[in-house]
């Protein structure tokens, strides 16, 4: 498996932006991805990327908002948030290996990290 480290969340209000980073080591990952989970909530897909052709897909809730890259060099992507809400409030979590089709599913991604807290107040 590939390790993550996940880094960059924190508090920041309504309408504010953050960016987080995932490091990944161990070996490269063709696919990696965020997901998210908010308190009594389960975890919820947010954006992917297939790392060597930059294809990209996002939830409908950020896209617009949310913007995935990578720094190909570093083994690092990233995720720009922008226009932040409140109902962005979650642990996000960097994953890496899809392994299946469906993308949205938790279930098929190999790799997680930690996590990160984002916190939006309003």
């Known amino acids: 498996q590939v390790q993550l480290v996940e880094s960059g969340g924190g508090l920041v209000q309504a309408g504010g932006s953050l960016r987080l980073s995932c490091a990944a080591s161990?070996?490269?990952?063709?696919?990696m991805g965020w997901f998210r989970q908010a308190p009594g909530k389960e975890r919820e897909f947010v954006t992917s990327i297939i790392w060597n052709f930059g294809i990209t897909r996002y939830a409908d809730s950020v896209k617009g908002r949310f913007t995935i890259s990578r720094d190909n060099a570093k083994n690092t992507v990233w995720l720009q948030m922008n226009s932040l809400k409140p109902e962005d409030t979650a642990i996000y979590y960097c994953?890496?290996?899809?392994?299946?089709?469906?993308?949205?599913?938790?279930?098929?991604?190999?790799?997680w990290g930690q996590g990160t807290q984002v916190t939006v107040s309003s």
């Open positions: 161990g070996r490269s990952a063709y696919t």
């Open positions: 994953a890496a290996d899809l392994d299946g089709s469906d993308y949205t599913s938790p279930r098929q991604w190999a790799s």
